[in-house]
Every structure is written in C-alpha cells, then in structure tokens.
C-alpha cells in the first residue's frame, strides 16, 4: 500500500500563487507515475498535470499548460504542484494521486492510490 498526504491548498486572490505538496509513504518503490486531478462542486474529477518518478516526464491538461508546474523530490518522496496565475476556475478540491504503470496517466481510474484532497480557491 502506498499512503498520500496533501498539504499546501488555501484561499488565494486571482492571479496569485500556490504550492501544493504530497507526501508518499509505504511501498513507494511500487509508483511509476503520480498525479494530480481535481475536482470542483458539481463537476467530474479531472485530470490537472501528471509525472514520472523516475524519468521526470511531465503531461498538463491545456486548461494549466504555462502556469502550472509539477515536480518531485525524489529523495523526500514528494510530489509538488506550483500553481501561477490562479483563476476563479481553478477553485476545486485538489487530490494527489499515484500509479503502478506509465498508461492512461490523464485517467483517474488508472490511479491505484489516493490522498484525501486539499481545497484551492481563487477569488475574483
């Protein structure tokens, strides 16, 4: 089992900055790819940006390509999310996620691991 903790989500004007954080624990020698979606209140979990632990090859969804940046600490077992020029639509619950396989990284059902979320708003 793999165990994802999330920390760094908050309240944040329009056009300002956050870092998100995961911490993974366990059997971490299992993850291939990480992850993150998010979801906001009346829509589907989407997939937001994705990497692979030990190639470090990033994938972005177009709605964050150019302002959001993830990344790893591989020494910490850390995934990060650096988020630039926040807008409204950003507003969502935002959830780390980790798999066993390169496949399918945009699907969330391809995830075999979860944190519990963080919320990100972003006020007009």
């Known amino acids: 089992q793999v165990q994802l903790v999330e920390s760094g989500g908050g309240l944040v004007q329009a056009g300002g900055s956050l870092r998100l954080a995961c911490a993974a624990s366990?059997?971490?020698?299992?993850?291939?790819?990480m992850g993150w979606f998010r979801q906001a209140p009346g829509k589907e979990r989407e997939f937001v940006a994705a990497?692979?632990?030990?190639?470090?090859?990033?994938h972005y969804a177009n709605s964050v390509k150019g302002r959001f940046t993830i990344s790893r600490d591989n020494a910490k077992i850390t995934l990060y999310l650096q988020m630039n020029s926040l807008k409204p639509e950003d507003t969502a619950v935002y959830y780390c996620?980790?798999?066993?396989?390169?496949?399918?990284?945009?699907?969330?059902?391809?995830?075999?691991?979860w944190g519990q979320g963080t919320q990100v708003t972003v006020s007009s």
């Open positions: 996620a980790a798999k066993k396989s390169g496949s399918y990284y945009y699907t969330s059902g391809a995830y075999d691991y």
């Open positions: 366990g059997r971490t020698f299992s993850i291939y790819t």
């Open positions: 990497i692979t632990w030990s190639a470090g090859n990033t």
